[in-house]
């Protein structure tokens, strides 16, 4: 069983809407939380990083939430952009192995105009 | 900004033949890691290095090898390629060893094996 689950597995907004991206750990401890934007074919763009004392992180139209204590992170994009139509994967580093971060499948977001 | 860099970007081999990819990491950062992703599917750690050493290892079979360089970069080696290694592979660089820092990947170099 993956330690990193993500809702919804897919999601189709109209341009210029919110939305939030959900992610679920039971990894434990852990070193840190990593939301990444991945395009068809191309590496994983890191979007944030937070530690298990911070709850929340902003970059842009990107805010990233952290609950430690319900192991539960989201990722909320507002007012949405056809460049944001992509892969929205949430990486968490078990504090053990920074080596060995465990990927979430990912949430597949597609913006129509 | 400088970017995790590698090559080739595209590469077609045939069943039991060799293939190298290469990286090059961000300056200053080193640690590298591995990556396999299949189509549809998470990415499969592979392997890492710490200051040319290999400090993990992952799903790595034993056909493929890889080493970290003075420089820092690092190749991965697969031999024997067979149709499932047909994958985006891509690496990751950070500084040290990635906790509390952001680990930064590469565009990939997709293999495709026929």
């Known amino acids: 069983k993956n330690q990193v689950e993500q809702s919804p597995q897919s999601l189709i907004i109209l341009e210029g809407k919110n939305c939030t991206l959900q992610c679920n750990y039971t990894v434990s401890p852990f070193s840190n939380l990593r939301w990444y934007k991945q395009d068809t074919g191309r590496g994983p763009v890191s979007l944030t990083i937070?530690?298990?004392?911070?709850n929340t992180k902003s970059n842009g139209r990107y805010t990233a939430t952290l609950d430690a204590d319900t192991k539960q992170s989201s990722l909320h994009i507002t007012a949405s952009q056809l460049s944001d139509s992509a892969s929205y994967i949430c990486?968490?580093?078990?504090?053990?192995?920074?080596?060995?971060?465990?990927f979430g499948s990912g949430t597949r977001l597609s913006i129509r105009p | 900004a400088a970017g995790v860099i590698q090559s080739p970007r595209h590469l077609i081999k045939e069943k039991r033949e060799t293939a190298t990819l290469k990286c090059y990491p961000i300056?200053?950062?080193?640690?590298v890691y591995w990556y396999q992703q299949g189509p549809g599917q998470d990415p499969q750690f592979l392997i890492s290095?710490?200051?040319?050493?290999?400090?993990d290892k992952g799903s790595i079979p034993d056909r493929f090898s890889a080493q970290q360089f003075s420089d820092y970069h690092s190749e991965l080696n697969m031999s024997s390629l067979e149709l499932g290694d047909s994958a985006l592979y891509f690496c990751?660089?950070?500084?040290?060893?990635?906790?509390?820092?952001?680990?930064?990947f590469g565009e990939g170099s997709w293999l495709t094996v026929v």
């Open positions: 300056p200053r950062h080193d640690t």
């Open positions: 990751a660089s950070s500084p040290r060893a990635a906790r509390g820092n952001t680990i930064y």
């Open positions: 990486v968490v580093s078990p504090y053990s192995s920074a080596s060995k971060i465990i």
């Open positions: 290095f710490y200051e040319k050493m290999q400090s």
């Open positions: 937070m530690t298990f004392s911070e």
